[in-house]
């Protein structure tokens, strides 16, 4: 299944007028714009001139912005051996779901769910594969929905997930946590802002480096800060955007990225450009 890109311009205008709490009203007075631009712009519109006074206002980047607007980019697509993306629906959402797994062992760790663990159950076979763990970004139900399923298909395996956001089923863990399994090395990183306490895992014994980001970061945008914008942009910057720019991103929704390609397009960070 190929991925579309989770956000165009009016989705990541919307949520920063939400983050920062601006109207349209609001926004029309700091831009000169009038409200029928404003709205015109929140419902896809590519106008330049808008687009130019609408992102310094909001704190995105006006030319990454106007291509997302213009459905000029998208991200190119890394091949990583051992690394395998799984899609489901979730009412009209796509949720993504990945399975790693080092090529030098018989193990692979699983995260995230999706809706549907099917494919998850059938690639564990097909690669005649022991699924060693379980590790959840966070506890929102499209990304957890399968988890019973899943463990009790699989041996029972263990799950984690942060302390700060229980489920039934697994283990509670805190920012630095570590584990080797798999012939993998995660470490977890907190970046919460779309979700209390999600987590970034920083996988290390994969052919290139990787980072499962769950909704903390999407290609060209981010989860929302849903919770809290400023940690979601604090904690996308600091934890996410400072790995090496090769690193491949895995995120919960939408298609892969790489840390370069998100500095270089994604309009939420326009100090990176």
């Known amino acids: 299944m190929a991925i579309p890109l989770e956000d165009f311009s009016e989705d990541i205008i919307g949520k920063a007028q939400r983050g920062l709490s601006i109207d ?20 896809g519109g590519s106008d330049k001139e808008s687009i130019m006074r ?40 796509i949720v993504n779901a990945y399975l790693l797994h080092s ?8 995260f995230d769910t999706g809706t549907d663990c099917s494919e998850i159950l059938n690639q564990l076979r097909k690669k005649d594969l022991k699924l060693a763990a379980i590790c959840l970004t966070h506890s929102h139900r499209d990304h957890i929905a399968e988890l019973d399923s899943l463990r009790a298909a699989t041996g029972n395996p263990p799950a984690f997930i942060h302390k700060d956001e229980p489920v039934h089923g697994a283990e509670t863990i805190e920012e630095g946590w570590t584990l080797e399994t798999a012939g993998l090395r995660l470490n977890s990183r907190k970046t919460s802002g779309h979700s209390p306490a999600g987590i970034t895992y920083v996988v290390d014994g994969m052919p290139a480096p990787v980072a499962i980001v769950g909704d903390a970061l999407f290609a060209g945008s981010m989860g929302g800060g849903m919770v809290s914008y400023e940690d979601a942009l604090q904690n996308n910057r600091e934890k996410i955007l400072t790995l090496s720019d ?28």
């Not at 009203?25 to 419902?43: C, F, P, S, V, W």
């Not at 980047?61 to 991200?75: G, I, R, Y």
């Not at 090769?246 to 450009?273: A, I, R």
């Open 24 to 43: 349209t009203g609001e926004l029309a007075e700091r831009t000169g714009l009038d409200r029928e631009q404003i709205k015109a712009l929140r419902m």
């Open 54 to 93: 609408v992102a310094p206002a909001l704190g995105l980047h006006p030319d990454t912005l106007l291509a997302s607007a213009k459905k000029e980019w998208f991200p190119n697509q890394p091949e990583i051996p051992g690394l395998y993306a799984f899609h489901t629906y979730y009412g009209d959402m």
């Open 103 to 110: 090529l030098e062992s018989d193990e692979a760790i699983v």
């Open 246 to 273: 090769d690193t491949v991103l895995c995120p919960g929704h939408g298609p892969l990225s790489t840390v370069s390609q998100e500095k270089s397009h994604n309009p939420f960070f326009p100090e990176f450009k």
